[in-house]
């Protein structure tokens, strides 16, 4: 089972920045070959949304409201996917969780909180 684990959640005033990192492991043996990672957000009471993903072969996928602000990158050596957001809102503050995908199987991690608020 593949675990994903989030960091670089905080607080931070609007038009502040901030990089996410989520970093892939397994209890034993190596990674497998994770075709796409990205990032969700949710907000209590609401849906999952996607924020950002990136797909091997293809262009990164942003959710409009956030293309030009956020950047989407990957570290194959090193398992992990960064979301680098800037020029941040207010009603960006959500709880941002990692997604991977390899083949048909699909992975979560717990998410980790961005706050945008003065």
């Known amino acids: 089972q593949v675990q994903l684990v989030e960091s670089g959640g905080d607080l931070v005033q609007p038009g502040g920045s901030l990089r996410l990192s989520c970093t892939a492991s397994v209890a034993s043996g190596s990674v497998p070959w994770l075709d796409t990672m990205g990032w969700y957000r949710q907000t209590s009471g609401k849906e999952r949304e996607l924020v950002a993903l990136l797909t091997r072969g293809r262009d990164p996928r942003y959710q409009e409201a956030v293309e030009g602000r956020f950047t989407i990158s990957r570290d194959n050596a090193r398992n992990t996917v960064y979301l680098q957001m800037n020029s941040l809102k207010s009603d960006y503050s959500a709880l941002y969780s990692c997604?991977?995908?390899?083949?048909?199987?699909?992975?979560w991690g717990q998410g980790t909180q961005v706050t945008v608020s003065t």
């Open positions: 997604y991977a995908r390899s083949g048909n199987a699909k992975f």
